[in-house]
């Protein structure tokens, strides 16, 4: 690693983030208003139901009120989206989050459709995404929005500068790309079918990679002086946690780079608490 390289504290940033949603929190139970969250998570998934554990707990953390459901992997999809009715409908709650994935007798789509766009904490309705994509954001997804902090916290300027995005999914990928593209970012995204993604990598000022492969990212790919976002959370051969990007190479060489882990991963829970007091505010 080069002295002069960042490695970008994601745990630090993500502690200030979650102090400035219990101090908004604060402000609005003052005014008596507690925001509230609902997480649903259906079947016994261990790593969702860590997620969903890590999630109520830092939430509570926050001064936000959880309501926590829990339904059996048999659960048929119309009783679930009668439960996210309920909740739409429910004045206590201000932000809902249905763990990811589902069973697969239901549509994950019709879910997000059904959940009130005022309540979608994690960014995935259609309406959150159109105006995100239209330059009028309101609820973001929280790991790109996590990216976005990110990158203002190692100072890196975005505007001009040649972004490149590696991976294309609805919850990282696409949203990355248009917040980049909103703060004037050129912006490249590629995914399985890219030709020559190394030299697309190459060129670019900041890379941020969600492709989901261990260290499929190599540090020759790296421009010097880019700014690296690693997205990705994989067991490594030893079964340690690596990102998508050989970070001991790709530090060589990056002006900053996101440690896996402790880079991004606190940030998403971070970015959720404070979409939920966002939520809970523009309720007023």
């Known amino acids: 690693m080069s002295a002069q390289t960042l490695v970008i504290d994601g ?52 001064g936000i ?9 048999d659960t048929s999809e119309e009783t679930l989206l009668g439960l996210v009715a309920e909740l739409n409908a429910d004045a206590r709650v201000h932000g809902i989050l249905v763990q990811f994935p589902v069973p697969k007798q239901i549509s994950q789509q019709r879910v997000i459709n059904t959940i009130d766009a005022r309540k979608d904490v994690d960014g995935l309705h259609p309406w959150s995404l159109g105006r995100l994509w239209g330059g009028q954001p309101v609820m973001v997804a929280c790991t790109p929005q996590g990216c976005m902090r990110l990158l203002a916290e190692a100072k890196t300027p975005i505007a001009g500068a040649e972004a490149v995005v590696i991976g294309r999914s609805q919850l990282v990928g696409r949203p990355m790309a248009a917040l ?91 970015m959720l608490l404070r979409n939920t007091v966002y939520a809970a505010g523009a309720s007023r």
């Open 11 to 62: 745990k630090a940033v993500a502690a200030a983030v979650r102090a400035e949603v219990r101090a908004e929190a604060d402000r609005l139970i003052a005014r008596g208003v507690t925001p509230g969250l609902a997480v649903v998570l259906v079947g016994e998934d261990p790593a969702s139901q860590v997620y969903v554990r890590n999630k109520t707990k830092a939430a509570a953390e926050a």
């Open 180 to 270: 980049l593209c909103n703060d004037n970012a050129t912006v490249t995204i590629c995914h399985s079918q890219t030709k020559n993604l190394p030299d697309v990598v190459r060129r670019a000022d900041i890379v941020v990679a969600a492709i989901g492969k261990a260290e499929f990212v190599k540090g020759d790919w790296v421009k010097p002086g880019a700014t690296v976002i690693d997205v990705g959370m994989n067991r490594g051969s030893d079964g340690k946690l690596v990102g998508d990007v050989e970070f001991a190479a790709a530090a060589r060489r990056a002006r900053a780079i996101t440690p896996v882990p402790g880079g991004v991963g606190p940030m998403t829970i971070a």
């Open 65 to 73: 009120a959880t309501f926590d459901h829990k339904l059996g992997a």
